[in-house]
Protein backbone atom coordinates (compact mmCIF):
# COMPACT_ATOMS: atom_id res chain seq x y z
CA UNK A 1 0.00 0.00 0.00
CA UNK A 2 1.46 3.07 -1.03
CA UNK A 3 2.30 5.79 1.57
CA UNK A 4 4.24 6.89 4.63
CA UNK A 5 5.80 4.71 7.28
CA UNK A 6 7.11 5.90 10.46
CA UNK A 7 9.05 4.32 13.09
CA UNK A 8 9.00 3.52 15.80
CA UNK A 9 4.88 3.91 16.88
CA UNK A 10 5.49 4.90 19.94
CA UNK A 11 8.76 5.35 22.45
CA UNK A 12 9.49 6.26 26.15
CA UNK A 13 12.64 8.38 25.92
CA UNK A 14 15.43 9.47 28.61
CA UNK A 15 15.87 13.46 29.13
CA UNK A 16 19.42 13.92 27.25
CA UNK A 17 19.21 10.82 25.10
CA UNK A 18 19.93 11.03 21.10
CA UNK A 19 17.03 9.70 19.22
CA UNK A 20 16.28 9.51 15.41
CA UNK A 21 12.52 9.13 14.13
CA UNK A 22 12.18 7.53 10.63
CA UNK A 23 10.03 7.95 8.11
CA UNK A 24 9.59 6.22 4.63
CA UNK A 25 7.62 7.17 1.74
CA UNK A 26 7.29 4.90 -1.38
CA UNK A 27 5.22 7.73 -3.75
CA UNK A 28 7.50 9.09 -4.84
CA UNK A 29 6.65 12.76 -3.42
CA UNK A 30 9.44 15.49 -3.68
CA UNK A 31 8.56 17.11 -0.65
CA UNK A 32 8.44 16.06 2.72
CA UNK A 33 7.77 17.63 5.81
CA UNK A 34 8.04 16.70 9.62
CA UNK A 35 5.71 18.34 12.14
CA UNK A 36 5.02 17.85 15.81
CA UNK A 37 1.28 18.08 17.31
CA UNK A 38 0.31 19.33 20.81
CA UNK A 39 -2.99 19.14 22.55
CA UNK A 40 -4.33 22.94 21.66
CA UNK A 41 -1.30 24.26 19.45
CA UNK A 42 -2.31 22.08 16.31
CA UNK A 43 0.65 20.98 13.70
CA UNK A 44 3.52 23.03 13.82
CA UNK A 45 6.41 22.62 11.12
CA UNK A 46 9.84 21.24 12.18
CA UNK A 47 11.69 21.10 8.93
CA UNK A 48 10.31 20.52 5.76
CA UNK A 49 12.62 19.41 2.32
CA UNK A 50 11.78 20.63 -0.79
CA UNK A 51 13.37 17.54 -2.72
CA UNK A 52 16.21 15.37 -2.53
CA UNK A 53 19.64 16.64 -1.16
CA UNK A 54 17.79 20.30 0.33
CA UNK A 55 16.27 20.67 3.79
CA UNK A 56 14.68 24.16 5.51
CA UNK A 57 13.48 25.46 8.85
CA UNK A 58 10.53 25.43 9.82
CA UNK A 59 8.64 26.96 12.85
CA UNK A 60 9.70 25.26 15.75
CA UNK A 61 12.95 23.79 14.59
CA UNK A 62 15.08 24.16 17.53
CA UNK A 63 16.56 20.67 19.03
CA UNK A 64 15.93 18.70 15.98
CA UNK A 65 17.56 18.15 12.65
CA UNK A 66 16.70 16.41 9.36
CA UNK A 67 18.60 14.97 6.50
CA UNK A 68 17.54 13.92 2.83
CA UNK A 69 20.10 11.67 1.39
CA UNK A 70 17.53 10.22 -1.52
CA UNK A 71 13.92 10.77 -1.93
CA UNK A 72 12.29 8.54 0.10
CA UNK A 73 13.62 8.58 3.68
CA UNK A 74 13.81 11.60 5.77
CA UNK A 75 14.67 10.72 9.27
CA UNK A 76 14.37 12.92 12.15
CA UNK A 77 17.00 13.43 15.07
CA UNK A 78 16.99 14.84 18.67
CA UNK A 79 20.22 15.14 19.57
CA UNK A 80 19.51 15.77 23.09
CA UNK A 81 16.01 15.05 23.76
CA UNK A 82 13.99 17.17 26.64
CA UNK A 83 10.40 16.87 28.16
CA UNK A 84 9.26 19.65 25.96
CA UNK A 85 10.13 17.71 23.18
CA UNK A 86 7.33 15.14 24.21
CA UNK A 87 4.89 15.63 21.57
CA UNK A 88 3.24 13.25 18.57
CA UNK A 89 5.53 13.73 15.41
CA UNK A 90 4.21 13.31 11.84
CA UNK A 91 5.86 12.97 8.79
CA UNK A 92 4.17 14.02 5.64
CA UNK A 93 5.21 14.30 2.28
CA UNK A 94 3.47 15.62 -0.91
CA UNK A 95 4.27 15.57 -4.79
CA UNK A 96 5.84 19.39 -4.55
CA UNK A 97 5.56 22.43 -2.87
CA UNK A 98 2.45 23.48 -4.77
CA UNK A 99 0.36 23.79 -1.39
CA UNK A 100 -2.21 21.37 -0.96
CA UNK A 101 -2.58 17.59 -0.57
CA UNK A 102 0.09 16.00 2.08
CA UNK A 103 -0.10 12.61 2.90
CA UNK A 104 0.33 12.12 6.20
CA UNK A 105 2.02 8.77 8.30
CA UNK A 106 0.08 7.55 11.76
CA UNK A 107 2.72 9.36 13.48
CA UNK A 108 5.15 8.28 16.36
CA UNK A 109 4.06 9.07 19.95
CA UNK A 110 7.04 10.42 22.23
CA UNK A 111 7.35 11.11 25.69
CA UNK A 112 10.54 12.27 27.16
CA UNK A 113 10.98 11.60 31.06
CA UNK B 1 -3.33 36.64 17.45
CA UNK B 2 -2.77 33.12 15.32
CA UNK B 3 -2.71 33.25 11.72
CA UNK B 4 -5.69 30.72 11.53
CA UNK B 5 -8.25 30.15 14.33
CA UNK B 6 -10.74 27.09 14.61
CA UNK B 7 -12.66 26.39 17.41
CA UNK B 8 -11.49 23.36 19.18
CA UNK B 9 -15.03 21.87 20.17
CA UNK B 10 -16.00 19.13 21.38
CA UNK B 11 -19.18 19.28 18.96
CA UNK B 12 -21.52 16.82 19.57
CA UNK B 13 -24.60 16.15 17.38
CA UNK B 14 -27.21 13.25 16.71
CA UNK B 15 -26.94 10.93 13.57
CA UNK B 16 -28.19 12.61 10.75
CA UNK B 17 -27.75 16.20 11.62
CA UNK B 18 -25.97 18.82 9.20
CA UNK B 19 -22.75 20.28 10.99
CA UNK B 20 -20.95 23.09 10.36
CA UNK B 21 -17.55 23.24 10.97
CA UNK B 22 -15.20 26.78 10.63
CA UNK B 23 -11.99 28.47 10.72
CA UNK B 24 -11.16 32.16 10.43
CA UNK B 25 -7.98 33.34 9.41
CA UNK B 26 -5.72 36.88 8.97
CA UNK B 27 -3.41 36.50 6.46
CA UNK B 28 -5.03 37.62 3.11
CA UNK B 29 -1.97 35.54 1.06
CA UNK B 30 -3.68 32.15 1.71
CA UNK B 31 -4.98 30.66 -1.55
CA UNK B 32 -4.87 27.29 -1.25
CA UNK B 33 -7.85 26.33 1.46
CA UNK B 34 -8.15 22.30 2.88
CA UNK B 35 -9.67 20.40 5.33
CA UNK B 36 -8.27 17.29 6.88
CA UNK B 37 -9.53 14.68 8.91
CA UNK B 38 -8.03 12.69 11.87
CA UNK B 39 -8.88 9.70 13.55
CA UNK B 40 -7.57 8.72 17.12
CA UNK B 41 -4.54 7.92 17.17
CA UNK B 42 -4.25 8.13 13.35
CA UNK B 43 -2.30 10.74 10.91
CA UNK B 44 -4.77 13.50 9.12
CA UNK B 45 -6.02 12.73 5.94
CA UNK B 46 -6.71 15.13 3.03
CA UNK B 47 -11.04 15.42 2.84
CA UNK B 48 -10.98 18.15 0.76
CA UNK B 49 -9.33 21.07 -0.88
CA UNK B 50 -10.54 24.53 -2.84
CA UNK B 51 -8.38 27.14 -4.44
CA UNK B 52 -9.59 30.65 -3.68
CA UNK B 53 -13.40 31.88 -2.99
CA UNK B 54 -15.78 29.33 -3.85
CA UNK B 55 -17.53 26.17 -3.06
CA UNK B 56 -16.84 22.41 -3.42
CA UNK B 57 -18.85 19.35 -3.42
CA UNK B 58 -18.11 16.16 -2.51
CA UNK B 59 -20.49 13.33 -1.79
CA UNK B 60 -21.97 14.40 1.70
CA UNK B 61 -18.78 16.84 2.58
CA UNK B 62 -19.01 20.94 0.99
CA UNK B 63 -16.38 23.62 1.50
CA UNK B 64 -16.89 27.09 1.20
CA UNK B 65 -14.53 30.11 1.02
CA UNK B 66 -15.28 33.53 1.66
CA UNK B 67 -11.80 35.38 1.12
CA UNK B 68 -13.75 38.55 1.92
CA UNK B 69 -14.34 37.95 5.45
CA UNK B 70 -11.52 35.23 5.87
CA UNK B 71 -13.68 32.49 6.91
CA UNK B 72 -14.11 28.86 5.66
CA UNK B 73 -16.57 26.61 6.58
CA UNK B 74 -17.00 22.66 6.23
CA UNK B 75 -20.20 21.48 5.86
CA UNK B 76 -21.29 17.78 6.53
CA UNK B 77 -24.63 16.17 5.68
CA UNK B 78 -26.60 13.92 7.15
CA UNK B 79 -23.39 13.14 9.80
CA UNK B 80 -22.92 9.62 10.30
CA UNK B 81 -21.54 7.79 14.03
CA UNK B 82 -18.02 7.08 11.75
CA UNK B 83 -17.54 10.84 10.56
CA UNK B 84 -16.39 11.16 14.65
CA UNK B 85 -13.11 13.02 14.36
CA UNK B 86 -10.91 15.92 14.96
CA UNK B 87 -11.13 17.88 11.70
CA UNK B 88 -8.48 19.98 10.65
CA UNK B 89 -8.63 23.09 8.78
CA UNK B 90 -5.50 24.17 6.24
CA UNK B 91 -4.22 27.01 4.36
CA UNK B 92 -1.17 27.59 2.16
CA UNK B 93 0.08 30.80 0.81
CA UNK B 94 1.72 30.27 -2.48
CA UNK B 95 4.09 33.76 -2.68
CA UNK B 96 5.14 32.96 0.88
CA UNK B 97 6.95 29.29 -0.53
CA UNK B 98 3.39 27.79 0.18
CA UNK B 99 3.94 28.18 3.65
CA UNK B 100 0.67 25.89 5.27
CA UNK B 101 -0.07 26.66 8.40
CA UNK B 102 -3.22 24.34 10.34
CA UNK B 103 -6.02 25.09 12.94
CA UNK B 104 -5.52 23.27 15.96
CA UNK B 105 -8.54 21.09 15.30
CA UNK B 106 -11.94 20.90 15.96
CA UNK B 107 -13.07 17.17 18.04
CA UNK B 108 -16.72 16.25 16.32
CA UNK B 109 -18.75 13.43 18.01
CA UNK B 110 -21.71 11.79 16.04
CA UNK B 111 -23.77 9.83 18.49
CA UNK B 112 -26.07 6.75 16.99
Known amino acids: IAGITQAPTSQILAAGRRMTLRCTQD?????MYWYRQDLGLGLRLIHYSNTAGTTGKGEVPDGYSVSRANTDDFPLTLASAVPSQTSVYFCASSADRSGYGYTFGSGTRLTVV | QKEVEQDPGPLSVPEGAIVSLNCTYS??????FMWYRQYSRKGPELLMYTYSSGNKEDGRFTAQVDKSSKYISLFIRDSQPSDSATYLC????????????FGAGTRLFVKA
Open chain 1, 27 to 31: MRHNA
Open chain 2, 90 to 101: AMSDPTGGFKTI
Open chain 2, 27 to 32: NSAFQY
